[in-house]
């Protein structure tokens, strides 16, 4: 996901994740904000499934 979001976020569809060997059910994780949003990290990397196939890629900064 690192090599996905350079810049601490962005937006990607799944199929690129898939192509770079992305598991799914792994994350060490989640966060669920106050909308009702969740998120699934992996370590400080996170991402939060999004409309038609993309997902949003978040840099935790703590």
């Keep these: 996901m ?3 979001n350079p ?4 937006k990607v569809p799944k199929k690129k994740l898939v192509d ?3 598991n799914f059910n792994y994350f060490t994780s989640i966060y ?3 909308t009702g949003n969740t998120y699934y990290f ?8 999004l ?3 993309f997902y949003a890629l978040v ?4």
Excluded: A, I, M, S
């Excluded at 840099?59 to 703590?62: C, G």
């Design 51 to 53: 409309e038609d196939d």
């Design 7 to 10: 810049f601490g976020k962005t």
């Design 32 to 34: 669920r904000t106050k």
């Design 20 to 22: 770079k060997g992305f």
């Design 42 to 49: 992996c370590y400080e990397q996170g991402y939060l499934p």
């Design 59 to 62: 840099k935790n900064e703590k």
């Design 2 to 4: 690192e090599e996905l």
